[in-house]
């Protein structure tokens, strides 16, 4: 579940079909790569934002 966090939070768009297999493998349904997926993404997205306007930075 690591690798897969970290590969979709350094380049999204190299997530393949084989990286949801690994998670199968490993044990996790559908919904619960789902929820991994939408809760990583959502964590990327407030990262971004709270970068890009500053929040927690010194004036």
């Not at 350094?10 to 349904?29: C, I, M, N, S």
């Not at 407030?46 to 930075?57: H, K, P, T």
């Amino acid at each position: 579940m690591i690798d897969y966090v970290v590969k979709l939070t350094q380049d999204a768009t190299k997530v393949r079909k084989d990286d949801h297999e690994k998670l199968r493998a490993a044990g996790f349904e559908d919904q619960a790569i789902l929820q991994i997926t939408l809760i990583a993404s959502w964590f990327n997205y407030i990262n971004r934002v709270a970068d890009a306007l500053g929040v927690g930075r010194e004036p």
